[in-house]
């Protein structure tokens, strides 16, 4: 079954950590562009970073300094480093893959998991 699945979400406090994984299955992330979305109550899902298959960041002016995405292509996964959250980091985050167009067209979203941010 090809998929996304994220997991690491839960409660924290502001000023704590988490770390979000995106782990897929069915087919290797080496050709895919990765990038977190979220999307909170009464919001549009909005991107909040994004990594090429070549390992260039890039991050929303509000997390950068505090959020740090990283790619590990030997276990097929994908991490979301949050770091000093805020209450307004509360979201559900999707993970959504983009296969690079020199080897396809395919695109893959997960889930989800919620985040919460919370004293």
């Known amino acids: 079954q090809l998929q996304l699945v994220e997991s690491g979400g839960g409660s924290v406090q502001p000023g704590g950590s988490l770390r979000l994984s995106c782990a897929a299955s069915?087919?290797?992330?080496?050709?895919?562009?990765i990038s977190w979305f979220r999307q909170a109550p009464g919001k549009q899902r909005e991107l909040v970073v994004g990594?090429?298959?070549?390992?260039?960041?890039s991050y929303v002016d509000s997390v950068k300094g505090r959020f740090t995405i990283s790619r590990d292509n030997a276990k097929n996964t994908v991490y979301l480093q949050m770091n000093s959250p805020k209450p307004e980091d509360t979201a559900v985050y999707y993970c959504?893959?983009?296969?690079?167009?020199?080897?396809?067209?395919?695109?893959?979203w997960g889930q989800g998991t919620q985040v919460t941010v919370s004293s």
């Open positions: 069915g087919f290797t992330l080496d050709y895919y562009d």
């Open positions: 959504y893959a983009n296969e690079r167009p020199a080897y396809g067209s395919n695109r893959y």
């Open positions: 990594i090429t298959n070549g390992g260039s960041t």
